[in-house]
């Protein structure tokens, strides 16, 4: 009789525990290392470089461009025309922030974001944390998908503000169908 020492089970296989086990998953992968890569001619070098470095300038002169935002009242009410007057919800922490206006409800989390105009939304509901400052708003889409976001409060009395501007805004701009 032949004794072995250790586990007689095979290695698993599969696609949990090595994903190129499904075919176009993965790309395959080239039996070349980089050492192993062909050489390229020097110019054909020096010109990608060139070209990685001015990507890298427009790619920042863009951001420069993206930070330096409306200088007036005058240009940003241009870009998004407001009614006069209309009541507009805003709250945020360091990582969600949640807005409500004419146009819709707006959500983001980190570099996530998503909008809804008001005849995509079915409903909206509010919850707040029983401990703690987590005030939690849920976005209800008529084909049943709800989106929820929790913004962390400065303080729990924020709650009952920011509940009764995010309902004047409800009750300026959502319209419930009767039916």
């Known amino acids: ?10 290695p698993l296989e599969g696609a949990g ?23 390229k001619e020097p110019e054909v070098a020096e010109a990608e470089a060139d070209d990685d470095a001015e990507e890298t300038e427009e790619a920042e002169e863009a951001e420069g461009a993206e930070v330096a935002a409306p200088e007036s009242e005058e240009d940003a009410a241009e870009e ?36 809804f105009r008001w005849d995509e939304i079915g409903a ?3 919850e707040t944390a029983r401990f703690g400052k987590r005030y939690t708003v849920t976005v209800h889409t008529p084909d049943r998908r709800w989106y929820p976001i929790e913004i962390e409060a400065p303080a729990r009395s924020r709650f009952t503000e920011w509940d009764s501007q995010l309902d004047a805004v409800l009750d300026a701009y959502f319209e419930e169908d009767a039916g």
Not at 17 to 26: H, R, S
Request: proline share 10%; net charge negative; with cysteine.
């Open 80 to 115: 998004d025309p407001a009614p006069e007057g209309g009541p507009v919800f805003e709250a945020s922490d360091r990582r969600a922030k949640l807005v409500a206006d004419h146009r819709g409800v707006r959500l983001s989390l980190d570099d996530q974001e998503c909008e």
């Open 124 to 126: 909206v509901e509010t």
């Open 17 to 39: 525990f090595d994903p190129a086990f499904i075919p176009g998953l993965t790309s395959p992968a080239s039996g070349r290392t980089k050492d192993e890569e062909p050489e």
């Open 1 to 10: 009789m032949e004794q072995r020492i250790g586990s007689s089970s095979q």
